[in-house]
């Protein structure tokens, strides 16, 4: 089993900053891409930023230049630094993580998710 727990949310005023963890845990191998999404109430989940173990990024376009992803393979822990946030950023944020496993001799990977993590940014 695995486990992803993320962490760090909270209220904020809008400017401030936050820096999200998601820490994996468990019958882990190697864990390949990495990622945070977040859902709005009434909205669909959505990407907000993408690292792969070689540490090549992606952004949603709503948040490039505010918002930096990272992640340090050694702890299994991936992060999220957002600067200037903005009203329209409150939303639950999901850290992602494509693991790679070993089950009798057989190599397999799956998604996990963590729990979600309340971002609430205030004008």
């Known amino acids: 089993q695995v486990q992803l727990v993320d962490s760090g949310g909270g209220l904020v005023q809008a400017g401030g900053s936050l820096r999200l963890s998601c820490v994996a845990s468990?019958?882990?191998?190697?864990?390949?891409?990495m990622g945070w999404y977040r859902q709005a109430p009434g909205k669909q989940r959505e990407l907000v930023a993408a690292?792969?173990?070689?540490?090549?990024?992606k952004y949603a376009d709503s948040v490039k230049g505010r918002f930096t992803i990272s992640r340090d393979n050694a702890k299994n822990t991936v992060y999220l630094q957002m600067n200037s946030l903005k009203p329209e950023d409150t939303a639950v944020y999901y850290c992602?993580?494509?693991?790679?496993?070993?089950?009798?001799?057989?190599?397999?990977?799956?998604?996990?998710w963590g729990q979600g993590t309340q971002v609430t940014v205030s004008s």
């Open positions: 690292i792969t173990s070689g540490g090549s990024t």
């Open positions: 468990g019958s882990i191998f190697s864990i390949n891409d």
């Open positions: 992602k993580a494509d693991v790679g496993q070993y089950s009798g001799g057989y190599y397999f990977s799956n998604n996990y």
